[in-house]
């Protein structure tokens, strides 16, 4: 499948949040919606009237009852599936939060070693960007999949921050 990625509009603009504390990563299991079974980073998308900042700070708050202190965007996802569905994600970083990781209906909060993520239960781009931004790497990125299987990526590390 060929994308013009030039003229490409995404359907749905979303968010991640990982928390590095130390040598650890904050993920989560999703346990309903997109990616059900999966695990990942929190987040999701973007509500009318709201930032991106906004959306993440919330999803955060709603997934795992916990609010990520100065989360920083560090890169971009754009994601177009053959079905036709289309998404553009920012990726937060941050270093600490307040509350206590928490299981809610949405997501149970894991934390792995930054050496020892389980890609294999995550989507198949992840290990292209994930250990880079957990490095403190900025990036761009263009992703088309058939369902959970990735056809074609292309990525760019080491841009200026995304806005």
Not at 3 to 21: G, M
Not at 132 to 151: P, Y
């Amino acid at each position: 499948m060929e994308v013009d990625w030039d003229h490409w509009k995404p359907q749905i603009r979303a968010n991640l949040t990982f928390v590095r504390k130390g040598d650890r990563v904050l993920l989560i299991r999703k346990k309903t919606g997109f990616g059900k079974g999966k695990i990942n980073g929190p987040g999701g998308k973007l509500e009318e009237g709201e930032t991106i900042l906004e959306s993440a700070h919330r999803e955060m708050r709603e997934e795992l009852h916990i609010d990520p202190i100065d989360p920083q965007p560090r890169g971009v996802l754009r994601f177009q599936f053959t079905d036709g569905l289309s998404m553009h994600v920012v990726v937060f970083l941050a270093h600490d939060f307040k509350g206590e990781p928490t299981e809610t209906v949405e997501a149970a909060p894991l934390w792995f070693p930054v050496d020892a993520i389980p890609f294999a239960e995550m989507w198949e781009d992840d290990q292209h960007w994930l250990p880079q931004l957990l490095g403190g790497q900025t990036f761009d990125s263009w992703w088309v999949f058939e369902g959970e299987k990735m056809l074609s990526k292309r990525i760019e590390f080491g841009l200026p921050r995304p806005r």
